[in-house]
């Protein structure tokens, strides 16, 4: 009978307790474990001010805040500036549809303002990203897995955005790899739609030089250089440097409308797949097993 009333009791916790998507320890969050610190004194190579922090969160914020409104919840950004950390996480409790960001990521090297939108951009896509979702001990979990919030990422939030810019205008000003143009313009005829896919690439490139850095690697991840790895079953936890890269990269080139919203039950809906004809824009098997072929 204790050990059925602990069970009941751990149970109980488990569906009460505030539940981390990336943990706020930051050993879990949107980058891999790390215990790098970059304080608000400390002498910047790059990154970003706390203007453009500020504004690569609001850009994400003004769009998404009604939008989860209407799902029932509330968004709830915390914009931690002063914080040395260099982590992202998502959180909820009750109503609350949490999203932490903080200063030491946005003072990283690496991170450019459309960098820092994509990472708002994949911490809410763990709340409304879609399927396939993390998988708990108990049950599938509220939160879209790490693979699903980079594709959703780029699939919908990015582009909602970036939807208003001269984005041709801003493309024009950045260095851009000639395989990401190439992709781009054969995906998309549209000028507005290709430097959307350019910019949503880029954006891309600069949190996967990140991931770079972070884990030492002295091989840079590219356009041109996929994963060829297939997994057996879908990852739900955080996939390499550059299978994440591809999985920007995909969720950039994606030919279905920003408007058709992914479904939290379904794989299928709102995306690229296989089984819908589509040879491009697909989530990489380096991380994603389709459950359905």
């Not at 453009?52 to 003004?62: D, G, S």
């Not at 799902?71 to 982590?87: Q, S, Y």
């Not at 001269?166 to 990401?180: C, D, G, R, Y």
């Not at 039950?265 to 359905?292: I, M, N, Q, Y």
Request: proline share 3%; glycine share 8%.
């Amino acid at each position: 009978m204790k050990s059925l009333k602990q069970g009941l009791l751990v149970a109980a916790i488990a569906l009460t307790a505030p539940v981390w998507a990336c943990t706020e320890s930051g050993t879990e969050g949107f980058v891999p474990e790390n215990n790098l610190k970059i304080s608000v004194n400390a002498k910047r190579f790059g990154g970003l001010t706390e203007e453009q922090f500020n504004m690569a969160i609001e850009r994400v914020e003004t769009i998404y805040a009604p939008i989860i409104s209407q799902m029932g919840g509330k968004l709830v950004i915390d914009r931690n500036w002063d914080d040395a950390t260099v982590n992202a996480y998502a959180q909820r409790s009750g109503d609350n549809w949490m999203v932490s960001m903080f200063g030491g990521l946005a003072r990283h090297e690496t991170i450019t303002e459309d960098g820092m939108s994509l990472v708002v951009c994949h911490e809410i896509g763990h709340h409304i990203g879609g399927a396939p979702k993390k998988v708990s001990y108990y049950s599938n979990s509220w939160a879209s897995n790490e693979g699903q919030a980079d594709y959703f990422a780029n699939l919908k939030c990015l582009r909602r955005v970036f939807m208003n810019d001269n984005n041709a205008e801003i493309v024009a000003k950045m260095t851009v790899p000639a395989a990401l143009t190439e992709a781009c313009t054969k995906a998309f005829a549209g000028e507005q739609d290709r430097s959307i896919c350019i910019r949503g690439g880029m954006a891309g490139d600069s949190v996967a030089k990140l991931f770079q850095a972070l884990r030492n690697q002295t091989v840079a991840p590219k356009f041109d250089t996929p994963d060829r790895t297939v997994v057996s079953v879908t990852n739900d936890n955080h996939p390499q440097t550059q299978c994440r890269m591809d999985t920007y990269f995909q969720g950039s080139l994606c030919e279905v409308n920003v408007n058709d919203d992914v479904q939290q039950d379904s794989e299928v809906t709102g995306t690229c797949h296989g089984t819908l004809g589509h040879k491009v824009g697909l989530r990489p098997t380096c991380w994603f097993k389709p459950a359905v072929q």
